[in-house]
């Protein structure tokens, strides 16, 4: 996968945000590895307030649980860095939000952290729209710190709309 620049970023929020607006749809972001990179792409473009609601960084195992509702079982049994995990965020997101759309990432961005089954680049992504529900993928992104950061933004608005 190329690791997308800041500009195929940014064209990538603008059509996200129009086709939010086209849908009637505000998001909210729950992020961890990403650390409100999706939050500031979306951001970063006027008159977002029209299609974005709010967005959470959420890095500790004490922070997902407070501000997204994360079972701490949860993560005692799976890990940050898991399908369940993701799946309890991306939910927790949309309760906690006025938004109609959510998603939720976790991962391991590097370059330390990672272990033989949950390598550095492993990153969960889920999406779930309000009343519907929440899908996930597990992606393997290679190189640095940056790029690894920079494909999860790409990969969380792109499934934003993908088929289920």
């Known amino acids: 996968m190329t690791v997308p620049t800041d500009s ?3 064209d990538l929020a603008r059509a996200t945000g129009e ?3 086209q849908a009637n749809l505000q998001l909210v ?6 650390g409100g990179w999706i ?10 307030s029209a299609f974005f609601d709010c967005g959470m960084v959420v890095y500790s195992y004490e922070a997902k649980q407070r501000l997204l509702g994360v079972r701490a079982q949860t993560l005692e049994q799976f890990g940050a860095v898991s399908r369940e995990t993701v799946m309890e ?3 927790g997101a949309l309760v906690n939000s006025g938004a109609g759309v959510a998603v939720a990432v976790t991962g391991i961005a590097g370059p330390g952290g990672g ?3 949950k390598p550095v680049g492993s990153v969960w992504i889920a999406w779930k729209q309000r009343g519907g529900y929440a899908r996930a993928q597990l992606f393997q992104f290679d190189g640095d710190r940056d790029a690894i950061r920079r494909q999860t933004v790409q990969q969380a608005l792109t499934g934003i709309f993908a088929p289920v």
């Open 39 to 48: 939050a500031k792409a979306m951001t970063d473009i006027a008159g977002s």
């Open 19 to 21: 086709r939010l607006q």
């Open 8 to 10: 195929d970023l940014a």
């Open 89 to 91: 965020m991306v939910s």
């Open 29 to 34: 972001t729950a992020e961890s590895c990403s």
């Open 115 to 117: 272990s033989a089954d």
